[in-house]
């Protein structure tokens, strides 16, 4: 994931709203040093509003019960995708954590989407595994979190950036086993080739998701989508799901109405910027779509694609409130 490359028109306005944040704010993003080129904006609120109280249901309109997601759990499949090591394309950290995630949905209708990919480095096998669990309602809801790493770190286990997401789908996975879901079918998308093999471009990132999208689109299953969420470093301690300009409006607000139903607001938006991640593909052909991620990563986030996004940033209560912050939204889906 990337902060989408900011108009030159727009440059000066988004300097001034950096360097009064600078000022006023005590946490901002900055670029990396890979990405020098680009204009990351500040933080759009300077202190966080206080926490609300957890709310004793979803709400008064559904017996429903709360969402309940076990951040423990979560964060043990972390520390066992970790196990495998660096796990871009082509390793054999990637086969064996392809084989790891196929071997937990045992039971599951588990989809398998291989293809091969042109890089700059060469041609690299992409594997998009998708579990499909039926609903009642006709269309389907689509939650998705990539599960490689980045190819020019070796030494890069990924646990935030590729673990996290990874992880928390497992646990939705464990959620949704073997129950009769009354309203959209949601398919779970471990999605491949996230990464960048050399620089960030629109054609050396998300390999996964466009052939996927362009794929749907073809076969008629994108017009089924009514909302494609996407995960992404959602794990660190310091939670602060960043909201994102290229995610489609109503869909950023109902995210928003599950957070402070759940009486996590706090945790969510204090922070404004496009982003260019998985869900952009599918935006393009004009599915809904949200990208949930925390790209503050440490101060300045300097963990950000370093070998020190190592599982002691992660924190159990980040990924309950992220998988409980997603299932909300998918109960409020399905009570539109």
Not at 77 to 104: N, T
Not at 296 to 310: C, Q
């Amino acid at each position: 994931m990337k902060p989408r490359r900011i108009a030159s028109s727009l440059l000066t306005g988004l300097l001034v709203l950096i360097a009064a944040a600078t000022m006023g704010c005590n946490k901002q993003q900055q670029t990396p040093s890979e990405a020098s080129a680009e204009v990351k904006p500040a933080a759009a609120t300077s202190a966080a509003p206080s926490p609300a109280p957890r709310a004793s249901s979803a709400d008064s309109t559904s017996a429903t019960p709360r969402p309940d997601i076990n951040g423990n759990h979560v964060l043990q499949y972390v520390k066992e995708v970790v196990a495998f090591g660096s796990r871009p394309p082509g390793s054999p950290g990637h086969a064996k954590l392809e084989q790891y995630i196929v071997g937990k949905l045992k039971g599951v209708n588990v989809e398998q989407d291989k293809f091969t990919a042109q890089t700059p480095v060469g041609k690299f096998p992409i594997n998009n595994i998708i579990a499909k669990f039926p609903g009642k309602k006709d269309g389907i809801i689509v939650v998705a979190g990539h599960y490689d790493t980045l190819y020019s770190q070796p030494k890069f286990v990924g646990a935030n950036d590729g673990g996290s997401s990874t992880a928390l789908l497992l646990a939705f996975a464990d959620q949704l086993r073997g129950k009769q879901l009354d309203g959209y079918s949601v398919w779970l998308l471990w999605t491949d080739g996230e990464e960048a093999f050399v620089n960030w471009t629109d054609t050396d990132s998300v390999y996964g998701t466009r052939q996927l999208a362009q794929k749907w689109q073809q076969d008629g299953t994108a017009k089924k989508i009514k909302a494609f969420i996407v995960v992404d470093m959602i794990g660190d301690a310091d939670l602060d799901i960043l909201k994102d300009t290229d995610s489609t409006p109503w869909l950023n607000d109902l995210v928003y109405q599950a957070a402070t139903n759940l009486g996590y607001q706090s945790h969510f938006f204090q922070q404004t910027a496009p982003m260019e991640d998985d869900h952009i593909p599918f935006a393009k052909i004009g599915v809904p779509v949200v990208d949930l991620i925390d790209f503050s990563y440490g101060y300045h986030n300097v963990f950000w694609h370093t070998p020190e996004d190592t599982v002691d940033k992660l924190s159990p209560q980040s990924l309950a409130i992220t998988g409980d912050v997603v299932l909300e939204t998918i109960r409020l889906l399905n009570a539109k």
